[in-house]
């Protein structure tokens, strides 16, 4: 047992004291109804990307199914999906936004 208050830390698997939050990968969905230029906007819009960023990444997720167009702590994570949810459904498109722990 180690003498109180310490070699507890110097251990060298010791635990850091703080520990980091986990972190939530934010996933957008392709389908077939969305418009690009909806899904370029988006990105731009509530994932801080230029206009370039968003249509690369707009076309990853057109031909690969789905992408990870973030990573955020869960409130922010959960914030993003709500936004980008709320803004399709506003604009009668099919897009899903979804996230999952990283
Ligand atoms: N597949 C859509 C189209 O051809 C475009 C699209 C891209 C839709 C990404 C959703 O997350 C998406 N209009």
């Known amino acids: 047992p180690a003498a109180p208050g310490v070699d ?6 010791a635990k850091p004291k703080t520990q980091k ?3 939530y990968k934010v996933l ?4 077939d109804y969305t418009p690009m ?3 370029v906007a988006v990105l731009e819009r509530f994932f801080g990307l230029n206009h370039a960023q968003s249509f690369e990444l707009m076309l990853t997720v057109h031909k690969k199914g789905l992408a990870v167009v973030g ?8 914030t993003k ?4 949810m709320d803004f399709a459904q506003r604009h009668q498109h099919p897009l899903q936004c979804t996230m999952e722990k990283e």
Not at 71 to 78: G, R
Not at 81 to 84: D, F, K
Request: net charge negative; aromatic share 10%.
């Open 28 to 31: 957008l969905l392709n389908d």
């Open 81 to 84: 999906v709500t936004q980008v």
């Open 8 to 13: 507890v830390a110097l251990r060298p698997k």
């Open 21 to 23: 939050p986990p972190l």
């Open 71 to 78: 990573v955020f702590s869960y409130e922010i994570a959960e």
């Open 37 to 39: 230029e909806f899904v």
